[in-house]
């Protein structure tokens, strides 16, 4: 089994990095300064442990990375870019190719049915920060990260069993579940407050916002007839898997929403967090101004290029 990861920015990084020194088979297909640089010195992984720098191929289009039958293709970019993605990996990937969504959201993988028969949802906790090319910083010690996947819309298969099993060996804690998407509902609901990260700053993600923004998504997920796990069931399957350490000395500043005003890329993934909800309430007749306003500024911070935390909680309750 070969696995290409498409998308190697903090998370897509750190699975194919601790994949290939775990000996499993990798290619990275990533694009611009990134790829230019793991072309040219490799992937930096830096960890509570050490940092190494691993020689990974790396290709710029799913053409080049040569696809077999029985070969495995995790998406890892953010939702926003799911459909170039996909638009490009239909033609390289000929039947019997599996395709992993490892990404936020739940959009993804209603994407990828559209033109793959095997697809699989992964929900993703894992503390990842990428903002320079060819470096990923990973803050998690012991577990590295927790991946547990399975079958879209659900079930589980030899596929699910075999890739669940390469990401335990890895250095993650990963199991296969029927109900993949049932949790992965739950982390929607968490990544809520990555929009409140990014135009606020870290400080009003654990306060009143989060909690107008959570509590509009359990109304709009009930109205919608969608029943996540509960917060402890998914509090049990966390435990203390995910230690947080600094690598390098840097403790983890900002989840991926607020690296991506970091970097400056232009484009944020609020219209498939936030965004879901405010669909799902317009729907279902579920108010969410909350998410419909954060929803909205991240995507005007990522257009104008402004920096985390440009409002205060106390100016956009105000909005509110």
């Known amino acids: 089994m070969?696995?290409?990861?498409?998308?190697?920015?903090?998370?897509?990084?750190?699975?194919g990095a601790r994949l290939a020194t775990a000996g499993e088979d990798v290619v990275f297909i990533a694009r611009g300064e990134h790829l230019r640089a793991l072309q040219d010195h490799g992937l930096t992984l830096a960890a509570p442990g050490g940092t190494a720098t691993l020689p990974i191929p790396a290709v710029g289009d799913p053409g080049e990375a040569e696809l077999?039958?029985?070969?495995?293709?995790?998406?890892?970019?953010?939702?926003?870019?799911?459909?170039?993605?996909?638009?490009?990996?239909?033609?390289?990937?000929?039947?019997?190719?599996?395709?992993?969504?490892?990404?936020?959201?739940v959009e993804n993988e209603r994407k990828a049915l559209r033109s793959f028969a095997d697809v699989y949802g992964v929900s993703v906790m894992l503390?990842?920060?990428?903002?320079?090319?060819?470096?990923?910083?990973t803050n998690s010690a012991g577990k590295t990260g927790l991946l547990d996947l399975g079958r879209y819309p659900d079930g589980v298969?030899?596929?699910?069993?075999?890739?669940?099993?390469a990401l335990e060996g890895a250095s993650f804690a990963s199991e296969a579940r029927a109900d993949i998407m049932r949790w992965k509902y739950r982390k929607l609901l968490m990544n809520l407050g990555n929009a409140i990260e990014a135009v606020c700053g870290p400080v009003g993600r654990a306060g009143e916002l989060f909690t107008l923004v959570l509590d509009e998504g359990v109304a709009a997920l009930a109205a919608a007839g969608i029943d996540p796990v509960t917060s402890e069931e998914d509090q049990a399957r966390r435990g203390d898997l995910l230690r947080?350490?600094?690598?390098?000395?840097?403790?983890?500043?900002?989840?991926?929403?607020?690296?991506?005003?970091?970097?400056?890329?232009?484009?944020?993934?609020?219209?498939?967090?936030?965004?879901?909800?405010?669909?799902l309430g317009r729907l279902h007749g579920v108010p969410t101004p909350a998410n419909?306003?954060?929803?909205?500024?991240?995507?005007?911070?990522?257009?104008?290029?402004?920096?985390?935390?440009?409002?205060?909680?106390?100016?956009?309750?105000?909005?509110?």
């Open 157 to 165: 298969d030899a596929t699910a069993t075999a890739v669940a099993g």
């Open 68 to 105: 077999a039958a029985g070969d495995v293709v995790v998406l890892a970019m953010k939702g926003q870019h799911t459909e170039g993605a996909l638009d490009d990996l239909r033609p390289a990937a000929p039947d019997g190719v599996a395709v992993v969504c490892a990404q936020n959201g």
């Open 244 to 279: 947080m350490r600094p690598a390098e000395g840097r403790r983890r500043e900002g989840g991926s929403s607020w690296q991506s005003l970091v970097r400056g890329t232009g484009s944020i993934e609020a219209d498939f967090l936030n965004g879901e909800i405010v669909l």
């Open 292 to 320: 419909a306003l954060f929803q909205r500024l991240a995507n005007q911070a990522a257009a104008e290029g402004r920096p985390p935390g440009f409002l205060s909680p106390d100016e956009v309750l105000a909005r509110l």
């Open 127 to 137: 503390p990842a920060t990428h903002l320079e090319p060819g470096v990923v910083i």
């Open 2 to 15: 070969r696995i290409g990861i498409y998308g190697t920015g903090g998370a897509g990084g750190h699975f």
